[in-house]
């Protein structure tokens, strides 16, 4: 999702989304922000013009920052459909996603947590079977 987000154009509500997450996250210093993605962005504003191309997604600090977005991007996700169930239903069961045991960023799961009344995590072993592990 947030590889997806910085691909999109400067004009789109996503990608300006993503650049005022990371101006928060980075205390508004693009300096700050250059030296974890290890980019040469002049300002915010080329930022949001770049699609930063190049950065390194398994660096620690880039990683960290992608699932705190992450979790920005569920909650609005998980928000928005609980007020809608809760408008139809006040009193449904609300089941939230099933996650992969290996696959389950905890801001992804702190977001589900607030709008949710379940969330499954399937165990899924290191190996795989003919039809995959769903």
């Known amino acids: ?78 928000s928005v459909a609980a007020r809608a169930f809760r408008r139809h239903d006040r009193h449904a069961l609300l089941l939230g996603e099933k996650f992969k045991s290996h696959d389950h960023p905890a801001p992804v799961l702190a977001a589900a947590a607030k709008y949710t009344d379940v969330i499954s995590i399937q165990d899924c072993p290191s190996f795989s079977f003919p039809f995959g592990c769903y």
């Open 1 to 78: 999702w947030v590889s997806y987000l910085r691909g999109l154009s400067a004009e789109s509500p996503g990608k300006k989304r993503y650049v005022q997450f990371l101006r928060r996250e980075f205390d508004d210093s693009i300096d700050e922000l250059n030296r974890v993605f290890r980019c040469r962005a002049a300002s915010f504003d080329e930022l949001l013009a770049s699609d930063l191309d190049g950065l390194e997604l398994l660096r620690p600090d880039v990683r960290r920052t992608d699932q705190a977005f992450l979790g920005v991007i569920a909650d609005r996700i998980y």
